[in-house]
Nanobody
Framework: QVQLVESGGGLVQLGGSLRLSCAAS????????MGWYRQAPGKLRELVVT??????QYGDSVRDRATIFIDNAKRAVNLTMDSLQPEDTAVYYC??????????????WGQGTQVIVSS
């Protein structure tokens, strides 16, 4: 079985920065996609950033403020985001598309970590 474990988040000052980490464990043949999504109260889950190989896609609302770092050896993905605003308050979810074998690929989610931007 595969698990994604997240860390980071919590209360962040307006205009400050956040740093989130996520690592995958379990039986893993290959990790294809790695990234982060978020869901604010009353809203749909939206893309923050996702990457596969050398292709990275950012959500429109975070494009110039978010940075993703991949550690393939540790099967980890880190997110940093600057200049936080109240609308960045959300539950942030780690996401990976992982193959447990050559023919068995599934989409996995972390448990979610709350980020609250406070003034």
């Amino acid at each position: 079985q595969v698990q994604l474990v997240e860390s980071g988040g919590g209360l962040v000052q307006l205009g400050g920065s956040l740093r989130l980490s996520c690592a995958a464990s379990g039986t893993i043949f290959r990790v294809y996609d790695m990234g982060w999504y978020r869901q604010a109260p009353g809203k749909l889950r939206e893309l923050v950033v996702t990457t596969r190989d050398l292709n990275t896609q950012y959500g429109d609302s975070v494009r110039d403020r978010a940075t993703i770092f991949i550690d393939n050896a540790k099967r980890a993905v880190n997110l940093t985001m600057d200049s936080l605003q109240p609308e960045d308050t959300a539950v942030y979810y780690c996401n990976m598309v992982i193959g447990q074998s050559y023919s068995d690929t599934q989409n996995y989610w972390g448990q979610g970590t709350q980020v609250i931007v406070s003034s």
